[in-house]
């Protein structure tokens, strides 16, 4: 568009696919940078998100190490300190070895089951 008006400008087409590759890689490289402006802006507030979870975590935990340190405590004048210690233990033991059972079981059923296995053979795929 650098010529004059009225006169019409003659490019060759070596000229116009030259221009045409040049502007696809400009525009391929504006889309790159804009992606990696958009990971590195999520990624800074995954990590801010992280953090707080973790924190929160940590917090939690405590709380519940606090209370179970009371409840040793306030049984250990009705059972000793030992047997308080194991009934602790043991209540804390029984609840984790269900939630670790419902778990795995969690997991395990993330396979394939009959009815998915039914529909991937409908659609064909394996």
């Known amino acids: 568009m650098d010529a004059p008006a009225g006169e019409p400008q003659e ?4 000229d116009l696919l030259g ?3 040049e502007d696809g890689r400009a525009y391929a490289e504006a889309e790159i940078a804009l992606v990696k402006a958009i990971a ?12 707080l979870l973790a924190a929160g975590i940590l917090l939690i935990f405590l709380a519940a190490l606090a209370l179970m340190f009371g409840a040793v405590l ?8 030992m047997g ?3 009934a602790i233990a043991v ?11 419902a778990g795995a079981a969690g997991v395990r059923g993330l396979g394939r089951d009959d009815e998915e296995k039914a529909a991937i053979e409908r659609a064909g795929t394996p």
């Open 84 to 86: 308080a210690g194991l």
């Open 91 to 101: 209540t804390l033991g029984v609840g984790g070895f269900v939630l670790v059972r």
């Open 19 to 21: 221009r045409l590759v």
């Open 40 to 51: 590195a802006h999520r990624a800074v507030r995954a990590r801010r998100a992280a953090i």
């Open 11 to 14: 490019e060759s087409i070596g």
């Open 74 to 81: 306030g049984l250990a004048a009705l059972l000793g300190p």
